[in-house]
């Protein structure tokens, strides 16, 4: 859903007169689902694409971050001449950062919760005022493996998108087809080791498996979240052309 933008007065930005932004949807924001295994190389790849988009265009963006921590910004970065792209970026954490930093209502964080629709349309038109540059990109979301809700599970992800034109938001459901790994248990015959220090070593295994495993699926949405927002700066490169 594309929502009006405000004009910026002022340096930092207030987005006090978006008042429809309560027009967000589960039915009005399109859903995508993220379900492939996002490599390093594929990242650097599709980030030198956008970038040298960005340069042809003539454009700038920056983004604001909360669940990636600088992901996006971190892999633009990684490419010689992003410089010249990108004007900047914010890690808004929390709540207070999303307010004091971006311009977040604080009515939004508490009506609608820092994982909405709403929250990642005000920071991203929040962060695109703030900084000046053409497009500003937003990502919110619940990373895992806890913080998940019937309403904004695990792998829920809300991706803001900010022009001169205005503001779109797409519902992201990542986390699908994140690598695993499977704990076993070897005995080695010729060591004589007591039946508890096996227990006890099989139990830490199983233990680091368990934390391993969280790791790839937290970093598997992650990493989903950014090939996203890098896609989205690619489609409004060619939308608004």
């Known amino acids: 859903m594309k929502i009006p933008h405000t004009s910026a007065n ?88 999303k307010h004091k930093l971006l311009g977040v209502q604080t009515q939004t964080l508490q009506t609608y919760t820092a994982v909405s629709a709403q929250t990642a349309a005000e920071m991203a038109e929040g962060i695109r ?26 792998g829920c992800v809300f991706l803001g ?21 499977t704990s076993q248990t070897t005995h080695d015959p010729l060591t004589d080791v007591k039946e508890e220090h096996l227990t006890k070593a099989a139990g830490e295994q199983q233990t680091n498996g368990i934390k391993q495993n969280t790791f790839l699926q937290r970093d598997n949405v992650r990493r989903q979240t950014v090939q996203a927002a890098l896609q989205c700066i690619l489609q409004t490169l060619q939308t608004t052309k």
Do not use: M, W
């Open 10 to 97: 002022n340096d930092f930005p207030d987005l006090s007169d978006l008042s429809d932004f309560s027009n967000l949807t589960s039915e009005s924001v399109p859903l995508h689902v993220c379900s492939e295994t996002v490599t390093d190389e594929s990242l650097h790849t599709l980030a030198a694409h956008v970038v040298s988009a960005l340069q042809h265009a003539n454009k700038t963006v920056a983004t604001a971050e909360s669940l990636t921590g600088g992901y996006i910004a971190k892999t633009l970065t990684d490419i010689s001449g992003a410089s010249a792209v990108l004007e900047g970026a914010v890690v808004s954490y929390s709540d207070r950062i």
């Open 129 to 154: 005022l703030a900084v000046g540059a053409d497009i500003g990109i937003s990502v919110t979301g619940v990373a895992g493996p806890t913080g998940g809700t019937a309403q904004t599970p695990v």
């Open 161 to 181: 998108c900010a022009t001169q034109n205005g503001v779109d938001v797409t519902r992201l459901q990542c986390g699908g087809h994140a690598n695993k790994t």
